[in-house]
């Protein structure tokens, strides 16, 4: 970025709003258009050090009004020109007056505009990294917490081997890490545009610099420092605009996290159906106008709403990037004014809701313990089969009969409201006699290796990213959605 941003009154929304504002300023348009005047004061500041024009007196006029866009004055220029871009070069041009006749000097629009979305898509992306990461050391505390509870486990939402509650957070967590990695991996290949002119072959600069293409690249490379930070990162061709297939990609890694809350909040609804767990509820909180019982997971509906949005943005990217004429056309603008931005605000709306969520999940253990016990005696057929293959009744045999056994005593379930008497109806089945059914009592011994797999995960997954947000994570307030 440009030099000591704070002496011209600039700071990043990063660093000075509270954590549920902090995306909405990131895409505000006083944001936008300051990164804009950013764009022209380190332009004008590049070609000022290569002596192409600018003087040290015009750059100063740029910092000195560069965080004092005037809105309503660039409107009025706008009704009048019908262009958004030389609206706000006039704008600027009534503030800093000595600036006014090299401002965008060898410059198209889209050296403008494409290099300020860069710096807000990093800093959105910066933003849903930490985010994701917040959510994911509240799951590893909640895994951590409940890695010895024994829980019902599904599979196509029958009951399924017994699990813990600590790893079904754990899983749950590693949504979010792949989430995270794509987003980390999409921040890592984020590029600047650069100086490039009208169809990117940066023939106007070529002409500002006298026909010297290396005095070009010198340009470029100080106005990279100047803005951007570092001069690796730039696109190695462009048309008018950085390539919109850009967009594509960047909309799909934020519906990668939408698809981890999306997954995640309806788990947490399904489980609160069962009484399992709740999501945090207010004391005066209401479920229903009419049924004043009701405790509803309004905050996951909330969540898989907001992701569901998210991930249908997607194919409007690829739409966008696929219709793409030539060097440019401009139906992208209109169109990425609103998608790009509704993504991530709704994303990161998703995201706060999901780390309120997993920071004040409650356990019901006596009713996991309950769901475990009235099925557990189906979750053993499998150590029965085996031990009855031991002593060396027929395995296909063995299975046929369990099969009509637990089929029997569901249906008694089912139909009549009764207790499990599977294990009742086994012991008086002469093909099983001699097998032992009474130590199949503890849950605790159906969950395979849930403890050891979840402290391993926490250990080697979790306890990294805490490590590596760790600025952010102590930093960032609680939020309340």
Aim: charged share 25%.
């Amino acid at each position: 970025m440009i030099s000591d941003p704070a002496s011209h009154g600039y700071r990043s929304p990063l660093e000075t709003r509270n954590a549920s504002e902090q995306m909405r300023v990131i895409w505000s348009e006083h944001h936008r258009f300051t990164t804009w005047r950013q764009v022209w004061l380190a332009l004008a500041q590049a070609q000022m050090e290569l002596s192409l024009g600018p003087t040290a007196e015009q750059v100063e006029a740029i910092r000195r009004v560069l965080n004092s866009v005037d809105l309503d004055a660039a409107a009025k220029h706008e009704a009048r020109l019908r262009h958004d871009v030389m609206a706000h070069v006039h704008a600027l041009g009534d503030q800093a007056v000595a600036a006014r006749a090299i401002l965008h000097l060898g410059a198209t629009s889209q050296d403008v505009v494409c290099n300020a979305d860069a710096v807000l898509q990093r800093e959105a992306l910066t933003l849903i990294a930490t985010r994701l990461a917040r959510v994911i050391d509240r799951l590893g505390t909640f895994a951590v917490k409940w890695r010895e509870l024994p829980v019902l486990g599904f599979t196509h939402y029958q009951p399924a081997q017994p699990l813990t509650m600590g790893r079904r957070a754990a899983l749950w967590a590693q949504e979010f890490v792949v989430a995270l990695t794509e987003i980390e991996s999409r921040l890592a290949s984020l590029r600047l545009r650069g100086l490039r002119g009208a169809t990117g072959t940066q023939a106007s600069f070529l002409s500002l610099c006298g026909g010297d293409p290396a005095r070009v690249d010198q340009l470029e490379r100080r106005f990279a420092e100047l803005f951007w930070g570092e001069t690796q990162s730039l696109w190695t061709l462009t048309s008018q605009t950085y390539p919109r297939i850009w967009d594509a990609q960047m909309l799909s890694s934020l519906a990668v996290a939408a698809c981890a809350v999306h997954k995640t909040a309806n788990d947490i609804r399904l489980l609160c159906n069962l009484r399992e767990i709740d999501e945090p509820c207010e004391a005066e909180q209401i479920g229903s106008s009419a049924m004043p019982y009701k405790r509803n997971p309004m905050r996951c509906e909330r969540a898989t709403g907001l992701a569901r949005f998210v991930i249908s943005l997607t194919h409007n990217a690829y739409d966008t990037a696929s219709t793409q004429w030539l060097e440019r056309t401009l139906d992208d603008s209109s169109n990425r004014r609103l998608s790009i931005p509704e993504s991530f605000l709704a994303l990161d709306g998703a995201l706060e809701v999901m780390a309120n969520v997993a920071g004040g999940l409650v356990v019901y253990p006596g009713q996991c313990a309950a769901r475990v016990a009235a099925e557990l005696p189906f979750m053993a057929t499998e150590e029965i089969l085996l031990a009855a293959v031991a002593r060396g009744i027929d395995r296909q045999e063995a299975h046929e009969r369990l099969r009509q056994h637990s089929h029997a005593a569901a249906h008694r379930i089912k139909d009549e409201g009764a207790p499990n008497d599977l294990l009742t109806r086994l012991a008086g089945d002469d093909l099983f006699a001699g097998v032992h059914f009474g130590s199949i009592v503890n849950a605790a011994q159906f969950v395979g290796r849930s403890v050891e797999q979840t402290d391993r995960f926490v250990r080697d997954v979790i306890d990294p990213i805490r490590a590596r947000y760790a600025t952010a994570l102590r930093q960032e307030p609680a939020l309340r959605v």
